[in-house]
């Protein structure tokens, strides 16, 4: 995504927000820090520069493996505890 620039705007965040995603389906969480923005940025720019070792490397150390069913199970009940507050009036937001 980030090296074929499918859209006009936002192909680095795009790209960000899809691995996430794919992680998190696949039972990780992907925890990154800035550092993801000068691999994606070097992505963008020159693709042949990157040293796919260093990235992956850079993936593994930033991923952990979690629960995926207690995951869902937990925001599922924020859901629903957010919706009855919604319901009931009685949210916990000072911006309501």
Do not use: C
């Not at 150390?61 to 925001?75: F, K, M, R, V």
């Amino acid at each position: 995504m980030v090296a074929n620039h499918p859209f006009v705007d936002a192909n680095k965040r795009t790209a960000l927000n899809t691995t996430v995603v794919f992680y998190f389906l696949n039972g990780y969480r992907f925890v990154y820090d800035d550092e993801i923005r000068t691999i994606l940025k070097q992505f963008g720019t020159d693709q042949a520069t990157v040293d796919e070792t260093e990235t992956l490397e850079y993936l593994r150390s930033h991923t952990e493996e979690i629960d995926l069913a207690g995951e869902i199970e937990q925001w599922r009940d924020d859901l629903i505890r957010y919706g009855l507050d919604e319901l009931t009036g009685d949210s916990s937001n000072p911006n309501d």
